[in-house]
């Protein structure tokens, strides 16, 4: 499971009626009136502000200083907590310079990532589960998938890989930038 929605779902446990209304009106000029109305708990809250990028994986400022505002200091420190421990594991989340072909794929890969995936003969459950810790964020599903791939075939997943599935899935535009 995603530790980061793990947190929000935690963050969201701990909020009272009253601090999930002061969240909501404090979230009055980044989320529609209507759509405010119809939350009733922190998570469906969080949803929405993840869907509209306000808050991301690696860029929780937003949602501490909502934190703040409500005097919830408790839960800002579970969220920093949460934040350097993503710092500590981060430099082996870096991409090395292996993985610049993946940087070219998902700047130039759409919609389409699945397909590309796909022809890779990467498993389909691996697939759902980044969809599913990843739910609104194109690139990074895509990112995602290409570093399990590359974890998957180890010494195998070579750019030359990625190049033949590219032009697979007549993506040829980005095989040829994978290529330089």
Same mark, same amino acid.
């Given at each position: 499971?995603?530790?980061?929605?793990?947190?929000?779902?935690?963050?969201?446990?701990?909020?009272?009626?009253?601090?999930? %209304?002061? /969240?909501?009106? +404090?979230?009055?000029?980044?989320? *529609?009136?209507?759509?405010?109305?119809?939350?009733? !708990?922190? @998570? $469906?809250?969080?949803?929405?502000?993840?869907?509209?990028?306000?808050?991301?994986?690696?860029?929780? %400022?937003? /949602?501490?200083? +909502?934190?703040?505002?409500?005097? *919830?200091?408790?839960?800002?420190?579970?969220?920093? !907590?949460? @934040? $350097?421990?993503?710092?500590?594991?981060?430099?082996?989340?870096?991409?090395?310079?292996?993985?610049?072909?993946?940087?070219?794929?998902?700047?130039?890969?759409?919609?389409?990532?699945?397909?590309?995936?796909?022809?890779?003969?990467?498993? $389909?459950?691996?697939?759902?589960?980044?969809?599913?810790?990843?739910?609104?964020?194109?690139?990074?599903?895509?990112?995602?998938?290409l570093r399990e791939?590359?974890?998957?075939?180890?010494?195998?997943?070579?750019?030359?890989?990625?190049?033949?599935?590219?032009?697979?899935?007549?993506?040829?535009?980005?095989?040829?930038?994978?290529?330089?």
């Open positions: 499971m995603d530790p980061f929605l793990t947190l929000l779902y935690s963050l969201s446990s701990s909020l009272s009626e009253s601090e999930l %209304s002061c /969240l909501k009106f +404090l979230c009055r000029d980044k989320i *529609r009136k209507r759509k405010l109305e119809s939350v009733q !708990r922190g @998570v $469906e809250l969080f949803s929405i502000l993840l869907e509209q990028q306000e808050i991301e994986r690696d860029n929780v %400022s937003f /949602l501490e200083e +909502l934190l703040k505002n409500i005097s *919830r200091q408790d839960l800002v420190s579970q969220l920093r !907590r949460f @934040v $350097e421990e993503e710092a500590v594991k981060a430099p082996e989340d870096q991409p090395d310079e292996h993985e610049k072909p993946v940087e070219v794929i998902c700047e130039n890969v759409g919609r389409d990532w699945k397909m590309l995936i796909r022809k890779l003969d990467f498993p $389909e459950v691996k697939i759902e589960r980044i969809v599913a810790a990843n739910p609104c964020n194109l690139r990074e599903q895509l990112f995602q998938s791939w590359r974890k998957w075939k180890g010494k195998d997943a070579k750019a030359t890989e990625l190049i033949k599935a590219l032009r697979l899935c007549s993506m040829n535009l980005v095989a040829d930038k994978v290529e330089r």
